[in-house]
């Protein structure tokens, strides 16, 4: 049987809110599912609420609320964050995906969470509605 996680696109506001909703997706009210891309994509290999057999799915319904919230002004705003918390050697390459991000240009947050979504389920795993 596939488990059916729904994503409420409409309650996520921002990156922060996105763990939040997700982790309640998946494990109920104050439910945790990481809070970073590399955290997420442990999670979907199972063990932290999704079944370890990959028999489940994510439904991101209004997820163009959501792709609105995390687009290029919300990235923006987190790489600002994380640039002084990188490693020396990698602020570069974080300070060129700001510079992006604050032209309006390269991947968004939601594009970044969408890929990792849809790389750690099975195929079919993400549905966007």
Do not use: K
């Amino acid at each position: 049987m596939t488990v059916t996680y729904v994503i409420d696109g409409s309650r996520v506001t921002g990156l922060e809110q996105f763990w939040n909703v997700i982790g309640e997706a998946v494990n109920g009210p104050g439910g945790y599912f990481g809070r970073n891309l590399d955290a997420l994509a442990d999670c979907l290999s199972g063990g932290m609420g999704t079944p370890d057999d990959d028999d489940f799915v994510f439904e991101w319904r209004d997820h163009t609320l959501s792709a609105r919230a995390l687009g290029h002004a919300e990235t923006a705003r987190h790489l600002r964050q994380s640039l002084d918390r990188v490693h020396v050697t990698n602020r570069p390459a974080v300070q060129r995906r700001l510079d992006d991000a604050l032209a309006g240009r390269g991947p968004t947050l939601f594009d970044l969470l969408v890929e990792t979504l849809t790389n750690g389920t099975a195929p079919d795993g993400l549905r966007l509605l």
